[in-house]
C-alpha cells in the first residue's frame, strides 16, 4: 500500500494573488467558455505560432527506438539536415565541427545530447564556435502506439529564438566577408524546419519499406 | 458539350417582422446579474420577433414585395421556379412552396421545398436554381429563405431564460434569378459532409423524452448538446473559409479581389474569426448581427438586401457568399458579379 500526501494546491500563494490563473475555483465553466471560444480561430497569425518558438511535428511510419537511435547519432544531420554537411569530429570529446551551406563556408559546431529514457534528442549548436552553443534544436521522439495507438514514431522538434538569432554575440568570430546570420532565416525556420522533418520522415520510411536498418551501415 | 447559359442574381430583397426586441426582454429572465451581464456582451442588441400569427408564408411574401415593385408584376408573374427554405415549417408535412406561389399569384412549374441547407440554404437554392434554369427551359427563378424560430421557439418561458436565447432572430430574404448575363453567378460550391450530420437538436427543455409531435409539458428547441458546442464552433472556423476559397479557386480569383463578403451570422467570433481566414478587413465584411441577430439562412439576403439597398454595393462588385449549416453537416459558398445595384 502506498500513502499519498496531503494536496495543498497553492497554498503558498494568496487566494487572489495570480488573478491570471484560471482554475475551476476562480471561473468556472460559464465564465471560461466564452474565453476559450474566444482563442479558438479559423487561421491563427505567423507570428503567434511561430513567433518566439518554432514547433514542428510528423508521424513516421518507423520503429520509435530505431528512429530515436538514428537521431542522437550526430551525423545522421549530414543526411536529413537541408544544409549541414561535412561533419568531423573535433579535438574535444562529442563535439562536431560541420559546415552550414547556408552561410557560405559557414561552420557550425554541434554537441548531442540524448536521453534514451525520454526519446529525447537535443542538438546544441552554434554558427562560428564551439564555445557557447546557443541553438537548441529540441526533438522528441513518441512511440505513435501510445499518443496514436498505430505503429511508427511522432517525431515532435522545438526551437526557441534565442537573443542571439537577433545580435550575434560573437561578431568577431564570423568569416570577415560574411554577410548572413543565422537569426536572418529565423521567419523562415518554421518552413525550413518543416522541410528537414519531411526529409527525416521520407528517409525513415524509405529504409523501413525497404527492410534497411533505420541507422544506416555506414554510421557504425 | 454545349455551353450552359449564365444565371444571374438580379435583385435580393428582404423583410424584418415589426417586433425588434432588446436584449433586455431576455435578460429579465437571466438567473443571475453575473449572467444578465455575459449576455448583454455576447448578444446582438436587437432581433426581430414574428408575430404569434405570423406564418413562414406570410414572411416570404412581405420580403418578395419589393422585387415585385422594382421589376414590376409581369416580370414576377413569369417566375417558373420557386424554392423554398423556411426553419420552422408552418405545417411539418409539407412545403410552402404552392401557398406561396398561391399568395404570390404564379404557376411556376418547378416548386420545390428544400430544408437541408440551414444557414446556407441561399446558397444551396442558388446552386439548384442556378442548376434548373441551366439546364430546363425555365427563365426566372425566386429563391426564399425564412427564418422563424426565434419569436417562436426561443421566447417559450424555459427557453428564454437560457443564456443562447437573446441571439436568433427572425426575418426572409428572397432572392430573384434569371438566365441572364446581368449579374453572373460565377460560381457555386456546395458540400454535405455526412460526418457531422446528427449533431443538431430538436428536443423539449425540460427533457421529457416525448416525441414533438405528443402532448407534454417540455418546450421543444433547437441547439446542440453541450459537449457539442466547441466541436461545432471548430468546424463552423474551418467550413466557411473553406468553402469560400473553394470557389475562389474555382473562378481563378484570390481574396483581395472580393469587395464584399457575405455570411451566415451565429455570432460575432465566427464573422472575425472568417474575415480574418480570408485576411479581409472587417469592412468588405459586412454583417446584421446587432440588429437581427442569427438570422439562419436568411442572414445572406437578408444582408445583401440591407447593404444593396443602402447602396453600398456597388455594380461591378465581387461579392462572395459563404456560410455552414446545423452542426456542419453542409457548407456551401457562391460568388457574384454583383448587378442588383441602382
Known amino acids: 500500500m502506498t500513502t499519498s500526501a496531503a494536496i495543498h494546491a497553492l497554498s503558498d500563494i494568496p487566494d487572489d494573488g495570480v488573478p491570471s490563473v484560471l482554475r475551476v475555483e476562480n471561473s468556472d465553466r460559464e465564465e471560461t467558455t466564452p474565453i476559450i471560444m474566444d482563442m479558438l480561430r479559423s487561421v491563427y497569425p505567423h507570428d503567434q505560432i511561430f513567433g518566439d518558438f518554432c514547433p514542428v511535428q510528423t508521424f513516421v511510419a518507423a520503429p520509435p527506438r530505431e528512429v530515436y537511435e538514428y537521431l542522437s547519432d550526430t551525423r545522421s544531420l549530414e543526411e536529413w539536415t537541408y544544409s549541414l554537411r561535412g561533419l568531423e569530429p573535433t579535438d574535444e570529446p562529442g563535439l562536431w565541427m560541420t559546415f552550414d551551406r547556408l552561410g557560405d563556408q559557414t561552420k557550425c559546431f554541434v554537441r548531442t545530447v540524448a536521453s534514451p529514457d525520454a526519446m529525447t534528442v537535443d542538438y546544441h549548436c552554434a554558427w562560428d564556435q564551439g564555445e557557447h552553443l546557443w541553438m537548441i534544436y529540441l526533438m522528441r521522439v513518441v512511440d505513435a502506439q501510445v499518443v496514436l495507438n498505430k505503429p511508427g514514431s511522432v517525431v515532435m522538434w522545438n526551437n526557441c529564438r534565442h537573443p542571439f538569432y537577433d545580435d550575434n554575440a560573437y561578431p568577431d568570430t564570423a568569416p570577415a566577408d560574411r554577410e548572413e546570420w543565422v537569426g536572418d532565416f529565423w521567419d523562415m525556420f518554421s518552413a525550413g524546419h518543416q522541410l528537414e522533418l519531411n526529409n527525416l520522415k521520407a528517409i525513415c520510411e524509405y529504409r523501413a519499406d525497404h527492410g534497411l536498418p533505420i541507422k544506416p551501415k555506414w554510421m557504425d | ?342
Not at chain 2, 176 to 187: N, T, V, W
Request: overall charge negative.
Open chain 2, 1 to 342: 458539350m454545349p455551353t450552359l447559359p449564365t444565371v444571374s442574381l438580379l435583385d435580393v430583397a428582404s423583410y424584418l417582422p415589426e417586433n425588434r426586441v432588446p436584449t433586455e426582454y431576455f435578460t429579465q429572465y437571466s438567473r443571475s446579474d453575473r449572467m444578465a451581464k455575459n449576455v448583454m456582451f455576447r448578444s446582438p442588441k436587437y432581433r426581430h420577433h414574428i408575430a404569434r400569427d405570423e406564418t413562414a408564408v406570410d414572411m416570404i411574401e412581405r420580403a418578395a414585395a419589393p422585387l415585385i415593385d422594382r421589376h414590376g408584376a409581369n416580370t414576377i408573374a413569369k417566375v417558373d421556379v420557386l424554392l423554398t427554405h423556411v426553419q420552422l415549417p408552418d405545417n411539418p408535412v409539407l412545403g410552402s412552396g404552392p401557398e406561396v406561389a398561391r399568395r404570390l399569384g404564379i404557376q411556376p412549374g418547378w416548386v420545390i421545398d428544400v430544408h437541408n441547407g440551414g444557414c446556407a440554404s441561399f446558397v444551396h437554392m442558388m446552386q439548384l436554381a442556378q442548376m434548373i434554369l441551366q439546364t430546363t427551359d425555365a427563365k426566372t427563378a425566386m429563391i426564399a429563405a425564412a427564418q422563424n424560430a426565434a419569436g417562436s421557439t426561443f421566447t417559450q418561458t424555459e427557453i428564454r431564460k437560457l443564456a443562447h436565447a437573446p441571439v436568433p432572430g427572425d426575418g426572409c430574404g428572397v432572392g430573384l434569378l434569371a438566365k441572364s448575363e446581368d449579374a453572373p453567378i460565377l460560381g457555386v460550391h456546395g458540400r454535405t459532409y455526412p460526418e457531422f450530420a446528427g449533431d443538431m437538436t430538436f428536443e423539449a427543455i425540460p427533457e421529457s423524452g416525448r416525441k414533438y409531435w405528443e402532448p407534454g409539458t417540455g418546450q421543444p428547441t433547437i441547439g446542440f448538446t453541450e459537449s457539442k458546442i466547441t466541436k461545432v464552433f471548430a468546424r463552423g472556423n474551418r467550413l466557411v473559409p473553406e468553402a469560400a476559397y473553394a470557389v475562389l479557386n474555382d473562378i481563378g480569383a484570390k481574396p483581395n479581389d472580393v469587395d464584399v463578403f457575405v455570411t451566415n451570422q451565429p455570432n460575432r467570433l465566427f464573422l472575425r474569426n472568417w474575415h480574418d481566414a480570408l485576411e479581409l478587413p472587417a469592412e468588405k465584411h459586412p454583417d446584421t448581427f446587432d440588429e437581427c441577430g442569427n438570422l439562419f439562412g436568411a442572414g445572406i439576403p437578408v444582408t445583401l438586401a440591407t447593404e444593396n439597398e443602402a447602396g453600398r454595393i456597388k455594380n461591378g462588385s465581387l461579392v462572395l457568399m459563404s456560410a455552414f449549416a446545423h452542426a456542419g453537416d453542409y457548407a456551401g459558398a457562391a460568388a457574384v458579379r454583383w448587378g442588383a445595384g441602382s
